[in-house]
């Protein structure tokens, strides 16, 4: 039965995010039915060929996103379609986007609102007479150089070889990476610095610090909620103290051969269930598999019998005290070979490049990694597409490894990079306690050092899992992911490229990091990365990864700054050089390097452009 094309209200809004630039938001209601029936393409020039056309077609699968090398940008429009309608949103002349900028599209099922949002610079600002060349040439040669530095300084050391150098093929990668993702270091810096840390606004509503913890967390009127989490979070002390650090703890090398749990071939079916659509179903996955406790430490068991009234079984403690619940899985997995070693560094590449100008709490930066948008103006298009494809793996793996008949949703993921802490170690490995809620339902600095419940602070988190993305070895000592069970055990899975971590997110596993730390004959600074993310069975807290669409189209990627094409002004690099500068004296305090190391270091770099061996 025929029917009528979508209707397509729109409105455009232009917000000032301070300096030249400024973000344009089309909010489009249509009525169509599907994200699938909607197209939104990036249109340059003023003629309408094929060849002047981009299209980023919203589709559930990014990975089928066309891309077409896009001409050189007079003005630009975008065009919405939804079955036979069309909306054509013409930018203002005087605007381009800026190059190799992020355009986020957003599609929402429920409340039928397309969002497309865009950085724009005024086009005055980027053009420049062909004096201005030779000197912008030079100056990109320096910020290019900065830049790498910036990289490299950032954790770039995640692409070393076993041996401390530098691979060919992370080389090349790091390269175009570099070249690539100066335009995204450049806003993010102005953006981080132009407030002392990026804004809301600057960010598409990205919150730097803020490790995600807090968002389901109950607010100061909301009592109930309060104290389940007060409850949960007592349980996670008695936790925490029952199997205290110390005397006596033994413990076992889950990935290592030694005593270690044996690696098998996950089964082809599985494996095709994991990869889904992506096929790939050669690549050599393997899975080790074991359980958490059954039961609590003795000392916890009393405390929640004594302590804990019955209706708290919102944490969903050990299934055995519950009988009336679905029993939880008690099981641990690691997949290794989850990820390949190309996307494990394009990963690392994009948490390198998105944290820039993020503050650094105890040697650790954390990047909300579940809103694309936000990460693909952070990290680029490339970031948000290789994340929102790890997230949907991840999904399945979750419910192929806990045999999951219930719909799993994504309720939060972070990109984490973890470097030495400050000082004697601060609050490190303690215990503390990760996270706890004060008398008003907020919560203290997470720790990542902290042993904790992932449940115990998101109460409506019921999977686990983290992807690691580099290893220990030539990039940095510890950050050994550790089990704290009862009975004195410490069970320990260690980092390596493409490994995944799966377990419940309840109080039978209560876990922590041990602290980074940087090698004696290190030349790189250390640092650890990981995809950390969480799964819930309730609708409401999470992000349906089936039906809802956040795709960012390849097709907004342009042609590389050159000298020739005036696209970087002097003045605006010069700009960017105090700014690195400013970076890199934060960094400097965040690493741990002396003035003296850090004079050497800028001397040497000031004009060459490959990073230091
Ligand atoms: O990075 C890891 O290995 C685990 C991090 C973690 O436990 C968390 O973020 O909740
Ligand atoms: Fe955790």
Not at 242 to 255: E, K, L, M, N
Not at 329 to 347: I, T, W, Y
Request: hydrophobic content about 40%; charged content about 30%; overall charge neutral.
């Amino acid at each position: 039965m025929a029917r009528d094309p979508p209707s397509m209200a729109h409105d455009v809004a232009y917000r000032d995010l301070g300096g030249p630039t400024a973000r344009c938001v089309i909010t489009v209601h249509t009525d169509a039915s599907a994200a699938s029936e909607c197209e939104v393409f990036v249109e340059r020039g003023s003629a309408r060929t094929s060849s002047d056309r981009s299209p980023g077609t919203l589709s559930k699968d990014p990975a089928s996103t066309a891309t077409t090398a896009p001409p050189r940008v007079e003005s630009w429009r975008v065009v919405v379609r939804a079955g036979g309608s069309e909306l054509v949103v013409p930018l203002p002349e005087d605007a381009r986007g800026d190059d190799d900028d992020a355009v986020g599209v957003r599609w929402s099922k429920k409340t039928k609102v397309l969002t497309v949002t865009a950085a724009l610079t005024p086009a005055s600002s980027s053009t420049s007479t062909s004096d201005d060349a030779a000197s912008s040439s030079s100056s990109e040669a320096r910020v290019r150089a900065r830049a790498e530095m910036m990289w490299t300084r950032a954790g770039g050391v995640a692409l070393l070889s076993s041996r401390g150098s530098e691979t060919a093929e992370s080389r090349a990668w790091r390269e175009t990476y570099v070249r690539e993702r100066l335009s995204d270091a450049r806003r993010n810096v102005a953006a981080a610095l132009r407030g002392g840390a990026p804004s809301d606004d600057a960010t598409l509503g990205y919150k730097p610090a803020a490790r995600g913890r807090k968002k389901d967390a109950p607010r100061a009127g909301d009592k109930e909620g309060v104290a389940a989490l007060r409850r949960a979070q007592a349980v996670q002390r008695a936790l925490v103290a029952a199997t205290a650090a110390g005397t006596g703890r033994r413990r076992r090398q889950i990935t290592e051969t030694d005593g270690g749990v044996e690696p098998r071939a996950v089964a082809k079916d599985d494996l095709a269930k994991i990869m889904g659509r992506e096929g790939d179903a050669s690549r050599g996955m393997k899975r080790r598999e074991w359980t958490a406790p059954s039961a609590p430490p003795p000392a916890v068991a009393d405390a929640l019998a004594t302590r804990v009234p019955p209706r708290w079984s919102d944490l969903r403690l050990y299934p055995d005290q519950h009988p009336h619940l679905p029993r939880r899985p008690l099981k641990r997995v690691v997949l290794d070979g989850f990820a390949s070693d190309g996307e494990c560094r394009n990963a690392c590449g994009a948490a390198i490049v998105a944290m820039e100008g993020l503050d650094v709490v105890d040697g650790e930066c954390a990047l909300a990694a579940d809103d694309l948008a936000a990460l693909a103006a952070w990290g680029g298009p490339r970031a948000a597409d290789v994340v929102d494809a790890l997230c949907r793996r991840t999904r399945r793996a979750v419910e192929v490894e806990f045999a999951e008949p219930r719909s799993v949703y994504l309720a939060g993921a972070l990109l984490t990079r973890l470097t030495p802490r400050g000082g004697s170690g601060g609050r490190g490995g303690g215990g503390g306690g990760g996270g706890e809620l004060d008398a008003e339902g907020d919560a203290d600095a997470y720790d990542a050092n902290a042993a904790h419940v992932d449940k115990a602070n998101i109460a409506s988190y019921d999977y686990s899992a983290v992807l690691y993305l580099n290893a220990p070895g030539a990039c940095f000592d510890g950050g050994e992911f550790v089990f704290r069970d009862g009975g004195d055990v410490d069970e320990v899975v260690l980092p390596a490229v493409g490994r995944l971590l799966l377990f419940a997110s309840g109080a039978e596993n209560l876990h922590q990091v041990t602290a980074v730390t940087r090698r004696k004959d290190a030349r790189a600074p250390a640092a650890r990365f990981a995809l950390a993310m969480w799964f819930t069975l309730s609708l409401d807290k999470g992000r349906d990864l089936d039906v809802e669409v956040n795709v960012v189209p390849a097709a907004v990627s342009s042609a590389p700054a050159t000298a020739g094409g005036g696209v970087l002004r002097a003045t605006e690099l010069t700009d960017l050089e105090r700014m690195l500068e400013e970076k890199i004296a934060k960094a400097k305090d965040s690493l741990g390097f002396d003035d003296d190391e850090l004079a050497k270091l800028l001397s040497k770099l000031e004009f060459v452009e490959a990073p230091p061996r």
